[in-house]
């Protein structure tokens, strides 16, 4: 079974919300799939059994034996990658695109393109079974592919290690990273927070999840710092027969666990929330398919 954690913006509480499901059951596969933004492994600190480069892009590189500081590249290039720094032609390796246009007009053909290989795919072991995790390095692409690569990985080793239970801490919003995430999985759960922003957010995901006819679940975070909207948000789900999995309060300790690279099972053993995330994952696990 796999279960996808999401939400429409950051900063709602989808990685306690995973964390605390994940560290519930013993022989859990956990996958971060939030590759520009990755957290789980700092929270778990998990033993890294495999490391592998990921290839998402190339940028242009100067051979400044060859370069004339034409400009020419620099009037060209539509990602004003390329201007001229104390006089001497310069790429920046952020905003390259990878287009290559500046390899094909330089005159002095003084321009080549290097492969991006700072993002990372790391496998391993945490305290409650395996984990699975993708670093998407900065100013690099294709973190849609990368997030497809990181679910294929946790599927062959949790297949391979006798693991059923999966759970997916997805990237927030609704780009391809997203639907990386969310295809094929059984159950999707999206954490949304009482304010108006958080049901639009709500909103445009539930949207998506229509979209691939995926199972999916609601659970409003801090429901109590916005009671009003809360219940809007309850009213909501019900018009779409969309089931509340569960109602979390505002607590501090929850920052707490946090910090102290804990989840609310193991911070907060045997308390309300505790209790409520435990209901809401048995009740995932009886409507598997």
Do not use: Q
Request: aromatic fraction near 6%; charged fraction near 25%; glycine fraction near 6%.
């Amino acid at each position: 079974m796999e279960i996808a954690v999401i939400s429409g913006k950051g900063g709602t509480g989808k990685s306690v919300v995973s964390s605390a499901f994940a560290s519930m059951f013993p022989n859990t596969m956990l996958v971060d799939c939030d590759v520009d933004a990755a957290n789980l492994h700092l929270l778990f600190n998990p033993e890294i059994e495999h490391e592998e480069v990921f290839i998402g892009a190339e940028s242009a590189v100067i051979d400044y034996d060859k370069c004339t500081n034409c400009g020419l590249c620099a009037e060209y290039c539509r990602f004003d990658a390329i201007s001229f720094v104390d006089e001497i032609i310069t790429i920046n390796e952020v905003f390259c695109d990878g287009c290559r246009l500046c390899t094909r007009i330089c005159p002095e053909v003084a321009i080549k393109m290097v492969e991006n290989d700072k993002s990372r795919l790391y496998s391993g072991n945490y305290r409650y079974g395996k984990m699975v995790y993708g670093i998407l390095g900065p100013g690099e692409e294709n973190s849609g592919r990368l997030v497809n690569l990181v679910r294929d990985k946790a599927k062959n080793i949790a297949e391979k290690e006798g693991i059923n239970t999966i759970i997916i801490d997805g990237p927030p919003g609704i780009g391809c990273p997203v639907v990386s995430t969310v295809t094929g999985v059984d159950h999707v759960v999206i954490v949304a927070e009482p304010t108006m922003s958080g049901i639009h957010d709500l909103e445009r995901t539930l949207e998506l999840t229509k979209g691939f006819n995926l199972k999916t679940w609601v659970i409003i975070n801090k429901f109590d710092i916005n009671t009003n909207m809360a219940n809007k948000i309850v009213d909501y789900c019900k018009t779409l027969n969309i089931e509340l999995l569960a109602k979390i309060p505002f607590d501090a300790d929850i920052v707490k666990a946090m910090v102290n690279c804990k989840t609310i099972p193991e911070y907060l053993k045997d308390s309300d929330i505790h209790i409520d995330l435990l209901n809401a994952l048995n009740k995932l696990k009886n409507h598997a398919k």
